[in-house]
Protein backbone atom coordinates (compact mmCIF):
# COMPACT_ATOMS: atom_id res chain seq x y z
CA UNK A 1 0.00 0.00 0.00
CA UNK A 2 1.79 3.16 -0.85
CA UNK A 3 0.48 6.72 -0.03
CA UNK A 4 -2.91 5.35 1.59
CA UNK A 5 -4.19 5.87 -1.68
CA UNK A 6 -5.90 2.56 -2.99
CA UNK A 7 -8.66 2.55 -6.39
CA UNK A 8 -9.92 -0.52 -7.82
CA UNK A 9 -13.59 -2.19 -8.94
CA UNK A 10 -16.17 -2.32 -6.41
CA UNK A 11 -17.48 -6.62 -5.79
CA UNK A 12 -21.03 -5.87 -3.71
CA UNK A 13 -21.77 -8.57 -0.76
CA UNK A 14 -24.35 -9.14 1.63
CA UNK A 15 -24.64 -9.01 5.00
CA UNK A 16 -22.88 -11.54 7.81
CA UNK A 17 -20.19 -13.18 5.18
CA UNK A 18 -18.82 -15.48 7.08
CA UNK A 19 -14.75 -16.61 7.01
CA UNK A 20 -16.39 -20.07 5.38
CA UNK A 21 -17.92 -17.95 2.66
CA UNK A 22 -14.43 -16.44 2.58
CA UNK A 23 -12.71 -19.29 1.88
CA UNK A 24 -14.60 -22.88 2.41
CA UNK A 25 -13.52 -25.37 5.45
CA UNK A 26 -12.90 -28.11 3.44
CA UNK A 27 -10.04 -26.23 1.94
CA UNK A 28 -8.50 -24.89 5.22
CA UNK A 29 -7.46 -27.63 6.17
CA UNK A 30 -5.77 -29.39 3.21
CA UNK A 31 -3.14 -26.52 2.51
CA UNK A 32 -1.32 -23.41 3.95
CA UNK A 33 -0.68 -22.51 0.05
CA UNK A 34 -2.38 -19.12 -0.23
CA UNK A 35 -1.96 -19.28 -3.90
CA UNK A 36 -4.09 -22.35 -3.51
CA UNK A 37 -6.59 -21.37 -1.34
CA UNK A 38 -7.27 -18.11 -3.02
CA UNK A 39 -8.30 -19.96 -6.25
CA UNK A 40 -11.72 -21.17 -4.20
CA UNK A 41 -11.89 -17.48 -2.22
CA UNK A 42 -16.34 -16.90 -2.33
CA UNK A 43 -16.67 -19.70 -4.53
CA UNK A 44 -19.62 -21.07 -2.31
CA UNK A 45 -21.36 -17.36 -2.71
CA UNK A 46 -20.31 -16.25 -5.77
CA UNK A 47 -18.68 -18.77 -7.97
CA UNK A 48 -15.78 -17.66 -10.23
CA UNK A 49 -14.92 -15.10 -8.14
CA UNK A 50 -11.63 -15.83 -8.02
CA UNK A 51 -10.83 -16.17 -12.04
CA UNK A 52 -12.37 -12.42 -11.99
CA UNK A 53 -10.93 -10.42 -9.57
CA UNK A 54 -8.07 -8.25 -10.32
CA UNK A 55 -5.21 -6.69 -8.41
CA UNK A 56 -6.62 -3.45 -6.73
CA UNK A 57 -10.00 -4.81 -6.67
CA UNK A 58 -12.37 -3.62 -3.66
CA UNK A 59 -14.56 -5.39 -1.89
CA UNK A 60 -17.95 -3.37 -0.70
CA UNK A 61 -20.07 -5.30 2.00
CA UNK A 62 -23.44 -4.97 4.48
CA UNK A 63 -23.19 -5.62 8.55
CA UNK A 64 -21.04 -8.45 9.86
CA UNK A 65 -18.56 -9.16 7.48
CA UNK A 66 -16.07 -11.93 8.52
CA UNK A 67 -18.20 -13.64 11.20
CA UNK A 68 -17.19 -17.17 12.30
CA UNK A 69 -14.11 -18.98 12.55
CA UNK A 70 -11.07 -16.93 13.52
CA UNK A 71 -8.51 -18.46 11.22
CA UNK A 72 -6.39 -15.84 9.38
CA UNK A 73 -6.79 -17.81 5.82
CA UNK A 74 -9.82 -15.98 5.27
CA UNK A 75 -8.47 -12.07 5.05
CA UNK A 76 -4.50 -14.13 3.83
CA UNK A 77 -6.70 -15.53 0.50
CA UNK A 78 -8.07 -11.78 -0.30
CA UNK A 79 -5.19 -10.18 0.00
CA UNK A 80 -3.30 -12.94 -2.00
CA UNK A 81 -6.36 -12.39 -5.04
CA UNK A 82 -5.15 -8.60 -5.08
CA UNK A 83 -8.20 -7.02 -2.98
CA UNK A 84 -6.77 -3.42 -2.05
CA UNK A 85 -9.60 -3.01 0.66
CA UNK A 86 -12.97 -4.62 2.15
CA UNK A 87 -15.71 -1.20 2.74
CA UNK A 88 -18.04 -2.70 4.81
CA UNK A 89 -21.18 -1.39 7.33
CA UNK A 90 -19.63 -3.32 9.72
CA UNK A 91 -16.68 -6.13 10.23
CA UNK A 92 -16.65 -8.87 12.49
CA UNK A 93 -13.56 -7.69 15.28
CA UNK A 94 -11.51 -10.97 14.63
CA UNK A 95 -11.73 -10.69 10.94
CA UNK A 96 -10.99 -6.86 11.85
CA UNK A 97 -8.07 -7.78 14.29
CA UNK A 98 -6.57 -10.70 11.33
CA UNK A 99 -7.00 -8.62 8.38
CA UNK A 100 -4.78 -5.27 9.86
CA UNK A 101 -2.04 -8.10 11.34
CA UNK A 102 -2.18 -9.14 7.78
CA UNK A 103 -1.72 -5.53 6.18
CA UNK A 104 -5.46 -5.95 4.58
CA UNK A 105 -7.31 -2.33 4.82
CA UNK A 106 -10.83 -2.18 5.90
CA UNK A 107 -12.94 0.55 6.23
CA UNK A 108 -16.43 0.92 8.18
CA UNK A 109 -18.77 3.17 5.98
CA UNK A 110 -22.07 2.02 5.80
CA UNK A 111 -23.14 5.37 4.03
CA UNK A 112 -20.43 4.43 0.90
CA UNK A 113 -21.75 0.70 1.03
CA UNK A 114 -25.47 1.91 0.36
CA UNK A 115 -24.43 3.80 -2.89
CA UNK A 116 -21.63 1.84 -3.96
CA UNK A 117 -22.90 -0.77 -6.77
CA UNK A 118 -21.14 -3.87 -8.05
CA UNK A 119 -18.74 -2.83 -10.83
CA UNK A 120 -18.31 0.94 -9.59
CA UNK A 121 -14.87 2.19 -9.22
CA UNK A 122 -13.98 3.43 -6.08
CA UNK A 123 -11.15 5.73 -4.34
CA UNK A 124 -10.14 4.90 -0.64
CA UNK A 125 -8.05 7.47 0.98
CA UNK A 126 -6.76 5.73 4.12
CA UNK A 127 -4.75 8.61 6.02
CA UNK A 128 -8.30 11.05 5.23
CA UNK A 129 -10.89 8.28 5.91
CA UNK A 130 -12.63 9.34 3.11
CA UNK A 131 -14.48 6.68 0.15
CA UNK A 132 -15.35 7.87 -3.14
CA UNK A 133 -17.49 6.16 -5.50
CA UNK A 134 -16.18 7.47 -8.99
CA UNK A 135 -18.57 5.95 -11.23
CA UNK A 136 -21.49 7.94 -9.64
CA UNK A 137 -18.88 11.14 -8.12
CA UNK A 138 -20.46 10.51 -4.84
CA UNK A 139 -17.67 11.44 -1.55
CA UNK A 140 -18.31 9.74 1.84
CA UNK A 141 -16.44 10.31 5.34
CA UNK A 142 -15.75 7.41 7.16
CA UNK A 143 -13.14 7.04 10.79
CA UNK A 144 -9.42 7.40 9.58
CA UNK A 145 -7.29 4.92 11.04
CA UNK A 146 -5.06 6.14 13.75
CA UNK A 147 -1.91 6.88 12.83
CA UNK A 148 -0.07 3.58 14.41
CA UNK A 149 -2.36 1.57 12.70
CA UNK A 150 -1.47 3.04 9.11
CA UNK A 151 2.20 2.64 9.97
CA UNK A 152 1.58 -1.46 10.58
CA UNK A 153 -0.51 -1.10 7.13
CA UNK A 154 1.70 0.75 5.10
CA UNK A 155 4.56 -2.33 5.59
CA UNK A 156 2.16 -5.17 5.10
CA UNK A 157 0.90 -6.09 8.52
CA UNK A 158 2.19 -6.31 11.78
CA UNK A 159 4.49 -9.06 11.25
CA UNK A 160 6.34 -6.88 8.79
CA UNK A 161 6.38 -3.91 10.95
CA UNK A 162 8.02 -5.92 13.33
CA UNK A 163 10.87 -7.59 11.24
CA UNK A 164 11.78 -4.22 10.02
CA UNK A 165 11.63 -1.84 12.94
CA UNK A 166 11.97 -4.45 16.07
CA UNK A 167 8.80 -3.27 17.84
CA UNK A 168 5.83 -2.45 17.77
CA UNK A 169 4.60 1.46 16.63
CA UNK A 170 3.48 3.07 19.67
Not at 111 to 131: K, P, Q, S, T
Amino acid sequence: MSEGLLKGRAWKFGDSVSTDDIIAGRYKFKTLNMKELAKHAMENIRPGFADQVKPGDIMVAGWNFGCGSSREQAPRVLKELGISCIIAKSFARIFYRNSITIGLPLIECPEAVDRIDEGDEVEVILDEGVVRNLSKKLEFKAKPYPDFLLKILREGGLIKYVKKFGRLPW
